[in-house]
């Protein structure tokens, strides 16, 4: 049976736009055709649709039907995606690399095409040589000029990009990043789910930077362009990465909804090693929220003897409790397991310094702070330079040698500059203490600030710290109201709106902010009173100011 191709056509703009249901109903009177561009429709709706198993089984059938028609190209295409799909997202190593192989192998009596980027391209992404990723990746991006394929020169520009991040050449690879993003800008990109992993490379590469910044800017982009062009939700690699970048920049009710959605999505599929990255970012969430229980049960299921990155969070929680001696053997078997001049390492010498006070061995400390600092001065990064700035000075403070006030207000700037409202907090706070004896009342104002940021982002333990300071300078803390914080002035403002029936985009309009900044100022209030919904806020807000 021949397939009619306005109805592929048709089919195929419905998946640019995310559609799946048009798209299956646009195929729907063909549907049992052997046609392989056809069955590749099927595969992409089951894709959008978030059902992996269903996908993979089109794909293979798409696959099978374009060999048996003597379309190459379009068997290449297909044994590049399935190694893509059982890679990433089955986690069956094995046969995404023998589709890989075959991919390879069928490029041998396949016309010149982009197609050969494409498969340099996805053989570089499951590369784990650093040198023979960035090999590939040029290759591909090499490929996608000649052929002038926009999609494959934006898509290698943000995986290249992301790559020389990771690898800490940040700079470089920014500027990748930054004219991936441009072009997506543009318009140059048809595919939504190129635009999604461009995305998805440029919250990574942000979130292992610390660059906030950037990714702030250029969510204001993809929010524009999701909205016009009714884009679908993001993979769950997309929202690991932007999560941990929401919680650096203490939009930590975002960062929850995100990493939590994170999980759910990669338990749809069997890859334990990615969904760990997302359980490990929600863990180091529920520790800075001074949720320490919560963060242990999340980490109980991670082994940190093949997970680094989750040897953070735990030796955090083992430092609040005591355990420093716990704590200080997480942090050195994870440093033998990396870089020790690596961004990855710079946090956890940050924590050692931590633990080498609270264990009172300044000797160990005065050691790890000058780890710390040799392995920052490789990194021209305005928050690791913050965080060598703030150990050094916790350090000068607790051995009374130095000038920590100098440190601790490079460290500020350094942070605010970062975008980094947690870490700004914990300066003030150190900044409080070292001028308490010389100037009190610049220690309280910086004690009031301090406490006023930690209630802001619900940090428990941090409010506590912050409350003591203030009591030790004579002050007493604004008493919180009941199930958290006291709300701030925009945040009682949005109450009173929450409470008149409005709902976020009206609130956006009447107080000139975002529709996220709305969002965001929500659920704050939600997690600050104990409440569970718009409508307890109103009840609330009607008991509490009955006028």
């Known amino acids: 049976m021949s397939v009619p191709e306005p109805l592929i056509a048709e089919a195929r703009a419905a998946l640019r736009r995310g559609d799946a249901a048009a798209a299956r109903a646009a195929v729907a009177p063909i549907s049992d055709s052997a046609n392989g561009d056809l069955v590749e429709v099927l595969a992409v709706a089951s894709y959008l649709e978030l059902d992996y198993p269903a996908a993979i089984a089109h794909w293979e059938r798409a696959y099978a039907a374009h060999r048996s028609s003597g379309d190459e190209l379009g068997a290449i295409r297909v044994a590049r995606t399935l190694a893509y799909m059982y890679g990433s997202f089955i986690g069956d190593w094995a046969i995404g690399g023998g589709w890989m192989s075959r991919a390879q192998t069928l490029l041998a009596d396949a016309p010149d095409s982009s197609q050969a980027g494409w498969v340099s391209l996805n053989a570089g992404m499951f590369e784990g040589d650093r040198a023979l990723k960035e090999t590939r990746f040029r290759a591909a991006l090499e490929t996608g000029r000649r052929h002038r394929d926009a999609e494959l020169e934006c898509a290698t520009l943000a995986y290249l990009g992301a790559s020389l991040v990771h690898s800490d050449r940040t700079e470089e690879g920014m500027m990748l990043l930054d004219e991936a993003l441009a072009s997506v800008a543009g ?18 590469a942000c979130e292992h930077a610390h660059d906030v910044n950037r990714a702030e800017q250029w969510i204001r982009i993809g929010d524009a362009i999701a909205s016009s062009r009714n884009l679908p939700v993001v993979t769950a690699f997309c ?5 941990g970048v929401l919680t650096a920049a203490g939009r930590w009710p975002e960062a929850d909804a995100m990493l939590s959605e994170a999980i759910r999505l990669w338990g ?5 090693t990615l969904r760990e990255g997302a359980v490990v ?43 420093t001696e716990r704590a200080r053997d997480i942090l050195e078997r994870a440093l033998a397991q990396i870089d020790a001049t690596s961004t990855g390492a710079a946090s956890l010498l940050t924590l050692l310094v931590d633990v080498d006070l609270a264990s009172g061995d300044l000797v160990r400390a005065e050691q790890s702070v000058d780890q710390l600092a040799a392995c920052t001065a490789s990194h021209r990064n305005e928050y ?22 100098v440190c601790l207000r490079d460290a500020l700037a350094g942070f605010a ?131």
């Open 268 to 272: 749809l599929g069997r890859r334990s």
């Open 187 to 204: 318009g140059d990109i048809d595919d939504f789910i190129i635009v999604e992993e461009v995305f998805c490379q440029l919250f990574s």
């Open 239 to 243: 929202r690991t990465h932007y999560g």
């Open 384 to 405: 690791l330079n913050a965080v060598a700035a703030l150990s050094r000075g916790r350090v000068y403070l607790a051995s009374g040698t130095g000038d920590p006030q």
């Open 281 to 323: 970012r929600l863990a180091d969430l529920r520790v800075r929220q001074g949720r320490l229980e919560e963060g242990e049960q999340l980490l109980s299921e991670i082994d940190v003897n093949t997970n680094a990155d989750a040897a953070r969070p735990l030796a955090a929680i083992c430092l609040a409790r005591g355990e």
């Open 417 to 547: 500059r970062a975008q980094t409202p947690m870490e700004v907090a914990r300066c003030r706070l150190e900044l409080a203490g070292a001028l308490l004896n010389d100037r009190p009342e610049v220690a309280l104002a910086e004690a009031r600030a301090a406490f006023d940021a930690f209630e802001q982002l619900q940090a428990a333990r941090d409010v506590d710290a912050a409350a003591a300071m203030l009591r030790s300078l004579g002050a007493r803390p604004a008493s919180a109201r009941p199930g958290g914080s006291v709300l701030t002035k925009r945040e009682n403002e949005v109450l009173v709106l929450v409470g008149h029936g409005l709902s976020n985009p009206e609130i956006s309009d009447r107080l000139f902010i975002s529709r996220k900044t709305v969002e965001h100022h929500v659920g704050n209030i939600l997690a600050k009173l104990g409440l569970r919904s718009r409508a307890e806020a109103a009840a609330y807000l009607a008991r509490t100011n009955p006028d």
